[in-house]
């Protein structure tokens, strides 16, 4: 088990900032590619954003290029996710997740922290 947890959500007006974190007390955690994903109410879990193991591979959802950027500290067991310039449509839980190889569907992943609320007012 890699329990994980998130911090840093919250409700924001449009346009704004936040910035997730996402923690383990694994020791590991440097051997998780790490992934975020969202999801509204009455919607699928989505792909947000993913990193490799060493931080140097990162993949995001179109709909957030330019806008977020996730990044990991493995010296801190902790992933990020910094998001700018939100909208309305970013509102939803987000989630981290840990996984051997990584990829951009939930399935890919082992591991999974209990979620954080985003919420953007417009």
């Known amino acids: 088990q890699v329990p994980l947890e998130e911090s840093g959500g919250g409700l924001v007006q449009a346009g704004g900032s936040l910035r997730l974190s996402c923690a383990t007390s694994?020791?590991?955690?440097?051997?998780?590619?790490m992934g975020w994903f969202r999801q509204a109410p009455g919607k699928e879990r989505e792909f947000v954003a993913a990193?490799?193991?060493?931080?140097?591979?990162?993949s995001y959802a179109d709909s957030v290029k330019g806008r977020f950027a996730i990044s990991r500290d493995n010296a801190k067991n902790t992933v990020y996710l910094q998001m700018n310039s939100l909208k309305p449509e970013d509102t939803g839980v987000y989630y981290c997740?840990?996984?051997?190889?990584?990829?951009?569907?939930?399935?890919?992943?082992?591991?999974w922290g209990q979620g954080t609320q985003v919420t953007v007012s417009s």
């Open positions: 990193i490799g193991r060493s931080g140097e591979i990162r």
């Open positions: 694994e020791r590991t955690f440097s051997s998780y590619a």
């Open positions: 997740a840990a996984a051997q190889r990584g990829g951009t569907t939930p399935r890919q992943y082992d591991y």
